[in-house]
């Protein structure tokens, strides 16, 4: 009967630690993931400025109409766009 109880206070006492272990380390990741979802957030807010300030300085639409420098300016309104669908951003930015 003691040896039981000293096996199963044994076990008990290393399945503590060992949750413990994992919650710290859930907690890191999370924190880590917070810090990266952070971040996509701003770099995303920032390719939209630069792309509204592009459209903004396009306002006559002759940089978009022109064959070079219209493939580079589409490409870069096609990749905005894509980023805004993949991660569900609403349009916030005036173009104005």
Request: overall charge negative.
């Amino acid at each position: 009967m003691i040896t039981t109880i000293i096996i199963l206070s044994v076990l008990l006492i290393i399945s503590i630690f060992i949750n413990i272990n994992l919650l710290k380390k859930v907690e890191r990741l999370d924190d880590e993931l917070t810090d990266v979802s952070l971040s996509m957030d701003s770099f995303i807010k920032d390719i939209d400025r630069a792309y509204a300030a592009i459209k903004k300085a396009d306002s006559r639409g002759s940089f978009e109409s022109d064959d070079e420098v219209g493939s580079v300016f589409s490409e870069i309104k096609n990749i905005v766009t894509k980023v805004k669908d993949k991660y569900n951003i609403k349009e916030d930015i005036d173009e104005s």
